[in-house]
């Protein structure tokens, strides 16, 4: 009888650690995610590209700095540059953005 009591004790903790520990990781992702994202709209926001950030690309996409292979990074609507998260400042300083208009030439005709 009292290796039934510490079977099922042993099953009951066995089984929520199964739901609370991936529960638990899911939610340090979602604050992570927070994280990256409100720091990720300053930097998006005083820079000179049009970046947009995806967690996915939908095709193979490489990196413009480090020429590797990414699933997750931001890329430039107006220059079509990518990047992967580790490569996102040095492509902001190093790569230039195309101009979206070209400037206005004032004649005296």
Known sequence: ??????????????????????????????VQRSKRKTHMKEFFRKSKHGW????????????????QHILQGA??????????DECLRPADRTLPCKDIMAQSR????
């Open 1 to 30: 009888m009292a290796a039934e009591a510490g079977d099922e004790w042993s099953l009951l903790l066995w089984t929520s650690l199964a739901v609370l520990v991936p529960v638990i990781i899911t939610l340090w992702c979602s």
């Open 52 to 67: 947009h950030y995806t967690d996915l690309f939908n095709k193979p996409t490489y990196c413009c700095v480090c020429s």
């Open 75 to 84: 890329f430039c609507d107006c220059c079509g540059v990518c990047a992967d």
């Open 106 to 109: 004032v004649t005296g005709a």
